[in-house]
């Protein structure tokens, strides 16, 4: 059955997600690209960027996981850009240019409908107005079978996990204190809504842990 | 001068430091004692149990810098013990038996006062009334020029942080999730109060990072 997946999700060593203050020059928000130093490197993300190289063990195993059997993606709207409101008519297309790593549908949670945009390379973004419930049946009829990744932020993934809809969750702890932001976890009783930590490896840049459901 | 430490303290993955339905039976709440894994076995605490042997390595080098240059003691009430509101005449002397293994003088936040404890093997547990100002200022001068180790737990030492007043903090993140209990850092800014993290170590067992106030 099609499951809905977070992979790679960093946070903090005190458990944010994303810096404070983010905007167009900031998309992570202040101190948030330090929080995926761990990815960067990697051959999975390396190769996302075009280029060739990157390294391999662990972290990039984690990275790779993340792109397997993925027929669909969501996220919230804060990720998707840094406009907040209705839609201004700014042509924004999202952070990752004309062909965006996904190549396939991207659901949007947003509460300002808006035309879908296709892309180059196969992704569509399109703009879900219904709720996470809505977003994730779409996404899994247009994944054919496949799992749904649900790519963040926090305040997304915090949604469907106090929902009980995500299957698997992979976090990565960073190694950079943020003092402010979005909290991932802070609040959830993960273990009361069925979860179980069920793989906990350190690297040198970050302890990555994966959280899953109980069926 | 006489800093005031923190040294070990351990968190879960999702930010927790002691586990929820604290008791007799489980001073560490329900799934606390697995956040101390990293500790158990080190040659530090082995002695502390009066055992021989041990593991040394990075967890034993941070187990025992939690006992280097330390003069004097501060806990939180909760820490002491189980009990809540005025003390009971049951004669609840701490969890550490007859000889505890702080071996000088441990003030006792607290809004009950009580007369000093003293124990065997140079302990003697003060009650404090007066604030965390008043506690610490009588553990610095108990120090002699040592410094003074806060012990815990999460409430106090979300105190005494707030109040600037934490010279360095070392937190080991365990291999566990608790989904409640008492957080340590949601909502405390540590970069605006002006901590930097000054190291950051992993190991199989622990993610070891350590805070440190700019002067």
């Known amino acids: 059955m099609s499951k809905l997946r977070v992979h790679g999700f960093s946070i903090s060593l005190d458990g944010y997600s994303a810096g404070p203050d983010q905007s167009r020059e900031e998309p992570l928000g202040i101190g948030g690209e330090e929080l995926h130093e761990w990815l960067v490197e990697t051959q999975t993300f390396q190769r996302m ?59 949007v949670l947003t509460h300002h409908a808006r035309d879908p945009i296709p892309m180059e390379g196969g992704t569509t973004f399109h703009f879900v107005t219904e709720g996470i419930e809505a977003a994730l049946q779409r996404a899994q009829e247009s994944a054919g079978g496949r799992d749904v990744r649900l790519l963040g932020g926090a ?50 840049k970050a302890t990555h842990f994966v959280l899953t459901k109980k069926s």
């Open 155 to 204: 305040s997304a993934i915090r949604q469907y996990l106090e929902a009980g809809l995500v299957g698997e969750m992979h976090v990565a702890i960073g190694r950079v204190v943020l003092g402010r932001g979005e909290h991932l976890l802070a609040g959830i009783d993960t273990l009361a809504l069925g979860y179980a930590c069920t793989q906990h490896v350190t690297t040198e």
């Open 49 to 107: 960027c075009g280029k060739p190289g990157g390294t391999t063990g662990v972290d990039e195993d984690f990275a790779a996981r993340g792109f397997e059997n993925v027929g669909a993606w969501i996220m919230g709207r804060n990720m998707f850009g840094p406009q907040r409101g209705d839609w201004p008519d700014d042509g924004w297309k999202g952070w990752w240019g004309k062909n965006p790593p996904y190549h396939s549908d991207v659901f």
